[in-house]
C-alpha cells in the first residue's frame, strides 16, 4: 500500500513538473481508455514426485478501463500516468495422477481464476512518427479481490473399485493469501487514426509474486492488452 502511495505521489510530482515545462504548442491532454485483458500466472515446477501432474494454461479474457493524463517533457517525449481497473488471473486445466499398486486417483481441475486490481502504470512514451509512439516503464497494482471459479472431476481406485466424483465451485478466496500490492514492467505501442482516437497495444511482466508468505516458486501475473484511448481536445 506504502508502494502505491509513493507511485502516485510520485506521478503526481511529475504531472506539476512537466505542466511548468510544457509549452503551449503542447499542451497536457486528458483522456478516457479501455480494452480487453489476455491474462496468465507463471507457475512454478510441480515438486512432488509422488504426483504426476500434467498442467494446460490458457490466457484468461478479461478487460481494462479507467483514465490517462499525457505530459509532454520535449519535442518526442512525454509521461503518461494512467488510473485503471484491470483484470488479471489465468484459465487451467490441470490434471493430478497418483497410483501405488493398489490405491490410485486422478484429478482433472478446470479452474477460471480471476485477480481483480487498481493499476497505475506510468509510461514514458516516445513519438517515432507524430501518430505512432512506443512506451515503456512500471505499473504499480492495488489487489481488490479474487474469485476462483471451476470443477473438479475425481476417480478415486481402490483394487478393483472405482469411484467417479464431480464437483463445481465458486468462491472468493481469503485476501490474506495473496499480496495486496503488485508490481510489473510494461512496453506497448499505440497508434492515432485522429488527433484523439488511438489503437493501443501493451505487454506487461509480473516481478512481484502474487502470493503472500510463499515457501515455493514465485507466481507473477502477465498481461497483453489491446484496446482504446481517447484524449480530450
Do not use: C
Amino acid at each position: 500500500m506504502k508502494k502505491l502511495i509513493l507511485g502516485l505521489a510520485f506521478a503526481g510530482s511529475l504531472l506539476v513538473n512537466a505542466q511548468e515545462k510544457t509549452k503551449s504548442s503542447s499542451p497536457v491532454t486528458f483522456g478516457v481508455k479501455a480494452g480487453f485483458n489476455a491474462t496468465t500466472l507463471s507457475h512454478p515446477d510441480w515438486q512432488d514426485e509422488s504426483v504426476q501432474y500434467d498442467g494446460n494454461q490458457k490466457m484468461k479474457p478479461g478487460f481494462n478501463a479507467g483514465v490517462f493524463v499525457n505530459i509532454p517533457v520535449a519535442e518526442k517525449f512525454s509521461i503518461q500516468p494512467e488510473l485503471l481497473f484491470s483484470q488479471m488471473g489465468s484459465k487451467s486445466k490441470d490434471t493430478y495422477t497418483y497410483s501405488d499398486g493398489f490405491y490410485g486417483f486422478k484429478t482433472e481441475l478446470d479452474d477460471k481464476f480471476t485477480l481483480n486490481y487498481i493499476v497505475l502504470p506510468l509510461m514514458v512514451q516516445y513519438n517515432i512518427l507524430p501518430q505512432l509512439y512506443v512506451e515503456a516503464g512500471p505499473e504499480f497494482g492495488l489487489l481488490l479481490g479474487a474469485k476462483s471459479k471451476g470443477e473438479t472431476t475425481t476417480t478415486e481406485i481402490s483394487g478393483s473399485k472405482s469411484v467417479t466424483t464431480t464437483k463445481s465451485y465458486s468462491n472468493k478466496p481469503p485476501m490474506e493469501l495473496y499480496n495486496k500490492f503488485n508490481f510489473g514492467i510494461g512496453i506497448g505501442a499505440g497508434y492515432y487514426f485522429t488527433q484523439n482516437l488511438a489503437a493501443t497495444a501493451r505487454f506487461t511482466a509480473g516481478i512481484t509474486d502474487i502470493r503472500s508468505n510463499n515457501s515455493g516458486g514465485a507466481v507473477r501475473n502477465n498481461a497483453f492488452q489491446v484496446g482504446l484511448a481517447y484524449k480530450f481536445k
